[in-house]
Structures are given as C-alpha cells and as structure tokens.
C-alpha cells in the first residue's frame, strides 16, 4: 500500500466527521423529537385543564326576564321623554316587538286570579290595577278587567300609549280630535235629550271593534292612533299599559273623561262633515270621573325589575 497522504487523512478524517456530526445530529433529534412530544403532550394536559378552569370559573349565563327586557328597553325608548315628544318610528318599533312578545305568565298573570272573576251582583265591576314602575319619563302597569268591565273614555294629553292585551277580548273605541272645527256654540237637534252644559268638540272614529288575544300592540300618539280611548271586557282580561311621560299634574298631563254623542245630537255653526262620514263622528264633552268607577289596586308579583 502506498503511503497516506494528508490529503488521505483529513478527508478520513472528514469523512468520519460529517458521520459523527450525521450520528450526534440524528441523536440529538430523537433527544428533541422525544422532548417535543413530551412537551406537546404536557401542553395539551395543560391547555385541557386551563380550559377546564376557566370554565369552571366562568360565571353562568344571566337569563334577562321579558319584563325586564321591557323595563330595559322603555328606559331607552323614552329616554328623551317629555310632554308631546314622540319616540322616533326605530325606537317605537323597538318597544312594540318587545312588547308583542310579552304573555301573561311572563308578568305572573293567569285568567284564574280572583279579580277577573265576574261580579255577584248587578253594577260596575270594579278594576284591578297592577303597579309595575314609574319614573318621570314612563310608566308600566297592567289593567285587569272582569267581563263586563269598563274604563270609560279618557284622554293622554301629550303622551304616547302602548297597550298589549295579554289575553281575553276587549272592545276598544277610540277618537282623534278634528281640528279648525268650530266648537263652542251648539244647540240640541233633540230638545228631549238637551245637555245642560253642551261645551262639545267634534272627534273622529279612529278605533271602534273587539281585539282577542293575541294580537299586536296598539300604539296611540299625542294627536292620532286614538288618542281618547274606551276599554270594555267582553271577556276577562289583562291589559298591559306603557305610558311615556306618564300622568303628571303638576306638568298639565291630567285624565281628562268624557261623554260622547253622535254628530247628528248637536248642531254647530260652521261644522260639517259628509252625510256618509257623520256615524264616523262624535262630539265629545268633558265630565267628572264617573261614580261608578272602581279601580283598585293590587301586588304585582311578576318577574322583580332590577332598576340599574
């Protein structure tokens, strides 16, 4: 054999350098293959659990009650409210697809509360009112009417009304104020049937038929939508009412009642209206309270409302 170069050497010596570096490197790959796994399978426990504590941890879902997603959104809707301020048609819409939501058990109610039971004897029956909340820029309540209950025609000046039946069948009547109509002189067409004190304003029919629940949420504005109403039970039932602002004396909201009579009773100068228009007609006078109305109240017992 002849003699190694050095040539010879340092290219053994590579060759077995790039072997041992080739061996060192494969090992410490399995080393680092072996770690990666380890580690993987460490941080998957670790993730595993972490999710596992943050779920333990996370507090449940708060369940919102619809009255409290009413009382909620008419603090929105009304939050600018003030005598004849109407609510914009998005807010208004807002509150009316809340309320079309509501059902009786949603506000502890049930036709089989005692005072939707029928009256014993032959009068009046009486109201029940279930306070809700008021604040000076709304008011929730709900009206619980025996059959043949009645809240007689009553006015809501500068206010914007909702009422949701809830169940049961109510008569609604209701009118609009004619304006540029005289109003202050008027005699009896019907000497028999003379008012005493004839002070009468013409009105428009805006609402006169039975509403059965459910149905949607009727919606009455300062001048229009009916804003003097008449509620009669046909059935047993529950209204409730959202009235942004609500009655206020001291503001000049106050509930007025009335009488009304057909457009053919009085004879005003100055005011007509088509012969085929006339049944769609009343002329409305002011009274006192009626005597025989009793409206009491009651403990709401639905849902708690959280004012926050």
């Known amino acids: 054999m002849g003699r190694a170069t050095l040539a010879d050497i340092k290219e053994k010596d590579f060759g077995e350098l790039v072997?041992?570096?080739?061996?060192?490197?494969?090992?410490?790959?399995?080393?680092?293959?072996?770690?990666?796994?380890?580690?993987?399978?460490?941080?998957?426990?670790?993730?595993?659990?972490?999710?596992?504590?943050?779920?333990?941890?996370?507090?449940?879902?708060?369940?919102?009650?619809?009255?409290?997603?009413?009382?909620?959104?008419?603090?929105?809707?009304?939050?600018?409210?003030?005598?004849?301020?109407?609510?914009?048609?998005?807010?208004?819409?807002?509150?009316?697809?809340?309320?079309?939501?509501?059902?009786?058990?949603?506000?502890?109610?049930?036709?089989?509360?005692?005072?939707?039971?029928?009256?014993?004897?032959?009068?009046?029956?009486?109201?029940?009112?279930?306070?809700?909340?008021?604040?000076?820029?709304?008011?929730?309540?709900?009206?619980?009417?025996?059959?043949?209950?009645?809240?007689?025609?009553?006015?809501?000046?500068?206010?914007?009304?909702?009422?949701?039946?809830?169940?049961?069948?109510?008569?609604?009547?209701?009118?609009?104020?004619?304006?540029?109509?005289?109003?202050?002189?008027?005699?009896?067409?019907?000497?028999?049937?003379?008012?005493?004190?004839?002070?009468?304003?013409?009105a428009k029919v805006k609402v006169d038929s039975d509403f059965t629940s459910p149905c949607n949420t009727s919606i009455l504005y300062p001048a229009d939508g009916g804003n003097m109403h008449c509620f009669t039970a046909v059935t047993a039932c529950a209204v409730l009412d959202v009235l942004g602002p609500p009655y206020s004396d001291p503001e000049g909201r106050h509930c007025t009642y009335y009488y009304d009579y057909p457009f053919t009773k009085f004879s005003v100068d100055g005011a007509t209206v088509p012969e085929e228009e006339k049944d769609k007609h009343a002329w409305l006078q002011e009274r006192e309270k009626p005597e025989d109305l009793t409206v009491v109240g009651a403990l709401y017992t639905g849902p708690e409302i959280v004012e926050n």
């Open 19 to 202: 072997k041992e570096t080739k061996t060192n490197t494969e090992d410490k790959n399995k080393v680092s293959n072996s770690n990666k796994n380890r580690n993987t399978t460490s941080d998957r426990r670790g993730k595993k659990s972490r999710r596992q504590h943050r779920k333990m941890m996370m507090p449940a879902a708060v369940v919102v009650s619809p009255v409290q997603r009413l009382f909620d959104t008419c603090k929105d809707v009304f939050a600018l409210s003030g005598t004849g301020i109407v609510p914009t048609p998005d807010k208004i819409e807002q509150l009316r697809a809340v309320l079309d939501e509501i059902q009786p058990a949603d506000v502890g109610l049930t036709p089989h509360m005692p005072f939707f039971s029928p009256p014993v004897i032959r009068q009046a029956p009486p109201i029940t009112y279930l306070h809700i909340h008021e604040c000076e820029k709304f008011s929730m309540g709900i009206f619980c009417l025996p059959p043949s209950g009645v809240l007689p025609l009553h006015n809501h000046p500068g206010m914007t009304v909702f009422s949701k039946l809830l169940f049961g069948t109510m008569h609604i009547k209701s009118y609009d104020w004619v304006v540029n109509v005289p109003s202050n002189a008027s005699t009896a067409v019907d000497s028999s049937q003379t008012v005493q004190h004839p002070e009468v304003r013409l």
